[in-house]
C-alpha cells in the first residue's frame, strides 16, 4: 500500500512560480521512480517530469524543459516540482505518480496521488 498525497497548487498569472510537493508513505521502498503527470481540459494525462531514486536522474518533457525542476527529498520521503515562468499552456490538473519500473507513461504507473489543480492566467 503507497499513498501519495499532492500540494501546492493554485491560481497563478503568467509569469510566476509555484512547487508542488508529493508527499509518499506507506510501502515505498520498491518505487523505482516518481513523477508528475498533467492532463488539461479533453486531453490525454502525458508526463511532464520524473526522478529515478537510484542515482536522481531526471526527465522532462520538452514544454517544460528550462522551467521546470523535479528533486527528491529522501529522508522526508517527498518529490517536489518547482515551476517557474510558468504559462498559460500550463494549466492543467498535475498527478504525482510512482512507479516500480518507469514513469513516462501512463500505463507505467504504480501509484496515482488525486491530482492538484494548477490554473495559470
Known amino acids: 500500500h503507497v499513498q501519495l498525497v499532492e500540494s501546492g497548487g493554485g491560481s497563478v498569472q503568467a509569469g510566476g512560480s509555484l512547487r508542488l510537493s508529493c508527499a509518499a508513505s506507506g510501502d515505498t521502498g520498491r518505487n523505482n521512480c516518481m513523477g508528475w503527470f498533467r492532463q488539461a481540459s479533453r486531453n490525454e494525462r502525458d508526463m511532464v517530469a520524473a526522478?529515478?531514486?537510484?542515482?536522481?536522474?531526471?526527465h522532462y518533457a520538452d514544454s517544460v524543459k528550462g522551467r521546470f525542476t523535479i528533486s527528491q527529498d529522501n529522508t522526508k520521503n517527498t518529490v517536489y516540482l518547482q515551476m517557474n515562468s510558468l504559462k498559460e499552456e500550463d494549466t492543467a490538473m498535475y498527478y504525482c505518480?510512482?512507479?516500480?519500473?518507469?514513469?513516462?507513461?501512463?500505463?507505467?504507473?504504480?501509484?496515482w496521488g488525486q491530482g492538484t489543480q494548477v490554473t495559470v492566467s
Open positions: 505518480a510512482g512507479s516500480l519500473g518507469f514513469c513516462h507513461r501512463v500505463s507505467d504507473v504504480n501509484y
Open positions: 526522478i529515478y531514486l537510484r542515482n536522481a536522474e531526471t
